[in-house]
């Protein structure tokens, strides 16, 4: 045997070079070669479809079908599919922080915000999220559209156009007729439509959910039976003689 000066590392590999190698392991069956096979295949598929899914709300009202009418509200109403679409109206997102950033919420869930006016209704999100639901399923009964739409339609039909506010000092005050914003037009829309229902459903035999569904298909064919549209002219009027 050679004697290995440099190192004891030439002695470990001379010993290596000497032992047999192992033999290579034996390939799997071919049954199990098909099964990870289709399994890859499944999985591929499976996160193919996960990926093209299509977001609808309360995994049912499609959001790519819906259009705002209106262009001057188009910005105010958050329905776009690419970026406003949800599963549920309950984002949890901090839209009061900052001024004007409520226009990005969105629409279902402002309306579902509306609904936990009063104290008795605070803070009772989860309530107002299954009478949403609830009145979305009765406007497709009724209706045989998309709930959304009828929403998105009501909106636009109930918001003031004009308004008085009062002007003026020194104790002399007149009231003078003013153009109202878009975002003001949004809000005072969804204020409405929410009272109009709200008080509909008091001391009534039909539900709040039944009462919104009315409220939301009267105002979105602009119907005088509607609480908003009757208020809407009202407020419309008065601003008219204020001219």
């Given at each position: 045997m050679p004697i290995y000066k440099s190192s004891k590392l030439g002695f470990w590999a001379h010993l290596r070079s000497l032992s047999p190698s192992p033999p290579p392991p034996p390939p799997p069956p071919p049954s199990l070669l098909s099964r990870a096979h289709h399994l890859a295949l499944a999985a591929a598929a499976a996160m193919a479809m996960v990926t093209e899914q299509e977001v609808k709300l309360f995994n049912r009202w499609t959001f790519d079908e819906v259009n705002v009418t209106d262009i001057s509200l188009a910005d105010y109403i958050a329905v776009t599919s690419t970026k406003h679409a949800?599963?549920?109206?309950?984002t949890?997102?901090?839209?009061s922080v900052k001024r004007?950033?409520?226009?990005?919420?969105?629409?279902?869930?402002?309306?579902?915000?509306?609904?936990?006016?009063?104290?008795?209704?605070?803070?009772?999100?989860?309530?107002?999220?299954?009478?949403v639901k609830h009145a979305m399923e009765i406007i497709h009964l009724l209706t045989d559209?998309?709930?959304?739409?009828?929403?998105?339609?009501?909106?636009?039909n109930s918001g003031p156009r004009e308004d008085a506010t009062r002007i003026g000092s020194a104790g002399v005050v007149r009231r003078q007729a003013v153009d109202i914003s878009p975002l003001r037009r949004v809000n005072q829309a969804i204020y409405l439509l929410t009272t109009g229902a709200?008080?509909?459903?008091?001391?009534?035999?039909?539900?709040?959910?039944?009462?919104?569904?009315?409220?939301?298909i009267n105002a979105a064919k602009g119907s005088s039976n509607s609480y908003a549209i009757k208020k809407k002219d009202e407020i419309e009027r008065v601003a008219k003689a204020n001219r």
């Open positions: 949800t599963y549920l109206p309950h949890a997102g901090r839209y004007f950033r409520k226009a990005q919420c969105p629409i279902i869930e402002r309306l579902t915000n509306s609904l936990m006016m009063h104290g008795r209704n605070n803070g009772k999100k989860l309530m107002a999220v299954r009478i559209a998309n709930p959304i739409q009828i929403i998105v339609d009501a909106i636009i709200r008080e509909s459903a008091f001391r009534n035999i039909k539900t709040i959910a039944e009462c919104l569904a009315d409220e939301l």
